[in-house]
């Protein structure tokens, strides 16, 4: 008999918002219209990899918050339909979060968000049963600001400590973390006690004056270069170590969620290399060509429209 592939336990803590996509076939125009199209999607950079991590066959739950509205349950129902256990509290008083995503012609993305209720999501929604058997526990920096949003985030960290989990940190964004100035920023991130963190280049920039210094935050840093792959750093025996995946150029008019995609890729190989118990280099190698790859099916099968009840 075959043996059975391992299915990682893994947790996400993070945003289930809509998004309400614009992109124009060209420039907009002042004070006239413009042919395009209007899309209402399923958001959220907790949210795309989890559905990522779901489609890959891991036991995967997302902790996060909606409104009671039928925006709210059409993406519960989504993620469901991707393999995601959704561990999701209500918020009667605000509405589900949207965000308005902007799409230049050529692919550039700008956000406008209206998080509503997942910036309601607080320790107390949290149970520590889910986390007992946890492998992993991915947290978007944007879980680890605000309140009491913030302290969920914060709690989710510990118990996945507690349970002798892995925690990863996206920095996700990095405007939210400009605002808070470096010195709070790198401190929350810290609080987290992460066991590696994930960032672009802008994000890596606004904590960090050099690459190198990303791992006085997380023994291992993975910067994503897009359509250039992956640079990840790790120190060994006192020694720093820097590697370059390369990843294939792939034609998209709409880049959202490829890099949190990728963060799914990336997990489930840098578990699966811990787990068969391959050399460092080795298995951080196999784990970002494993995100590209996850980045390049994102790209080719981005979300489809909600349905709405």
């Not at 991707?82 to 308005?100: L, Y």
């Not at 120190?235 to 990728?262: K, M, P």
Request: glycine content about 12%; proline content about 6%.
């Amino acid at each position: 008999m075959a043996e059975r592939k391992h299915a990682p336990r893994i947790i996400v803590l993070g945003d289930l918002v809509v998004d309400v996509v614009l992109a124009p076939q060209i420039g907009l125009l002042p004070g006239t219209d413009v042919p395009g199209r209007v899309m209402l999607r399923q958001g959220g950079s907790g949210t795309t990899t989890a559905r990522w991590l779901g489609r890959s066959g891991a036991r995967v739950a997302l902790v996060g918050a909606v409104g009671r509205d039928a925006a709210g349950r059409a993406l519960v129902r989504a993620v469901r339909a991707d393999g995601v256990t959704p561990r999701v509290a209500i918020i009667p008083e605000s509405p589900t979060g949207r965000v308005g995503v902007f799409v230049q012609p050529g692919g550039e993305r700008s956000f406008v968000q209206d998080r509503g209720a997942a910036l309601a999501l607080s320790p107390d929604h949290l149970r520590p049963r889910w986390f007992e058997d946890a492998e992993l526990v991915h947290i978007p920096a944007y879980s680890l600001l605000g309140s009491p949003l913030g302290e969920a985030g914060a709690r989710a960290a510990a118990l996945a400590h507690g349970a002798g989990a892995l925690v990863t940190v996206d920095l996700s964004s990095s405007g939210p973390l400009l605002a808070l100035g470096r010195t709070e920023a790198i401190g929350t991130i810290l609080a987290a006690r992460p066991d590696l963190i994930f960032a672009t280049g802008p994000e890596a920039g606004v904590i960090a004056a050099t690459e190198e210094a990303l791992l006085e935050i997380a023994p291992v840093a993975v910067i994503k270069l897009g359509p250039r792959g992956a640079r990840i750093l790790y120190r060994r025996r006192n020694a720093l170590h820097q590697l370059d995946v390369g990843a294939a150029t792939i034609a998209a008019a709409d880049t959202t969620g490829a890099g949190d995609a990728f963060d799914a890729g990336f997990i489930i190989g840098w578990l699966a290399g811990r787990r068969d118990g391959l050399a460092t280099a080795t298995t951080l190698r196999q784990a970002a060509a494993a995100g590209n790859r996850m980045a390049a099916r994102h790209l080719r099968r981005p979300p489809q429209e909600l349905g709405f009840e």
